[in-house]
């Protein structure tokens, strides 16, 4: 999330998976892994790592439900942190802009669970 980029996880079977760059179709970015035979480790069989794409702050994978447990410990000792705030902290944390709507979903489960 940090590197700005947006993934693209597939499933090939019920074992085996390829994540892609969202960002480009010119990407060239994929990781490819499947569980070794007869243990319960995963094997990277092909990487690359090279990303040719613009940065984005935008990605799927912070959700509201992510950003409720990663700042979990942050809201539970300021519960009255401000949207504001907590916008400008993600995005110098995640280089991610959050939409309000989504921070607020985000501030409502952190405090469910406390």
């Known amino acids: 999330m940090k590197r700005g980029c947006d993934i693209k996880w597939t499933k090939i079977d019920k074992t085996r998976?390829?994540?892609i760059c969202k960002q480009s179709d010119n990407c060239k970015?994929?990781?490819y892994a499947s569980p070794m035979q007869g243990k319960t480790t995963i094997q990277i069989k092909t990487f690359n790592p090279n990303h040719t794409y613009?940065?984005?702050f935008e990605n799927s994978l912070v959700t509201s439900t992510y950003i409720s447990h990663k700042y979990f410990d942050?809201?539970?000792d300021t519960?009255?942190?401000?949207v504001k705030s907590m916008k400008k902290t993600i995005r110098r944390?995640?280089?991610?802009d959050a939409h309000c709507?989504?921070?607020y979903r985000a501030k409502r489960k952190a405090i469910d669970i406390m």
């Open 17 to 19: 998976l390829v994540a």
């Open 29 to 31: 970015w994929i990781i």
């Open 54 to 56: 613009v940065r984005k």
């Open 74 to 76: 942050m809201l539970s």
């Open 79 to 82: 519960p009255n942190w401000d």
């Open 93 to 96: 944390d995640l280089f991610v």
């Open 101 to 103: 709507k989504k921070i």
